[in-house]
């Protein structure tokens, strides 16, 4: 059939992470209304925080958690840097991914304009298609996770989506 017609499949791999993986940063509670401007404000503080943090990672990456909200709307919002240890400045937050399985969704996208709807389509595949049928639920009380690492800015964007996982009983 006609190529244009077809969407691009969304693969999830499940991967166990066998050490601690920490990034430092900053973050805010927010809700939908105020999300835009309050995302904006702590970007900007952040920028001045990474200056200050130690021993980032190489490949660096930033990463953005996203909580899930409380019956009021509001959640919880994280922007990091990557770092290899945990003992950073006094202004940064550290936050760490523990060992345990994580669900990866690795999203292209061609143009910036692409990126909000490429990750909304991934994010709506995992939690209606993909997480129901698979064995696992979220943990954390993180609704999702997002890596943007050196890929980000290359030819082919793309950033990783990441949801920590666990095992449903039963």
């Not at 006609?2 to 969304?10: G, M, N, V, Y």
């Not at 927010?30 to 130690?54: A, G, H, N």
């Not at 840097?81 to 940064?92: G, M, N």
């Amino acid at each position: 059939m006609f190529s244009f017609l077809k969407k691009k499949q969304i693969i999830v791999a499940v991967e166990t992470y066998e050490a601690s993986r920490y990034a430092a940063g900053l973050r805010t509670v927010t809700t939908k209304r105020c999300y835009k401007s309050d995302v904006q404000k702590l970007q900007k503080q952040f920028y001045e925080v990474r200056k200050t943090l130690r021993d980032c990672s190489n490949p660096s990456g930033t990463l953005v958690i996203f909580g899930n909200p409380d019956e009021k709307g509001c959640f919880p919002y994280f922007i990091g840097e990557l770092v290899d240890k945990p003992e950073q400045p006094e202004a940064a937050s550290v936050v760490e991914l523990a060992p345990g399985d994580y669900a990866e969704i690795h999203v292209k996208f061609k143009v910036p304009n692409d990126l909000a709807l490429s990750v909304a389509r991934a994010k709506q595949y995992f939690m209606e298609t993909w997480l129901p049928e698979s064995g696992y639920q979220l943990r954390d009380n993180v609704e999702s996770i997002e890596l943007y690492d050196r890929r980000s800015n290359i030819r082919l964007p793309s950033i990783e989506l990441i949801f920590p996982l666990q095992k449903t009983k039963g």
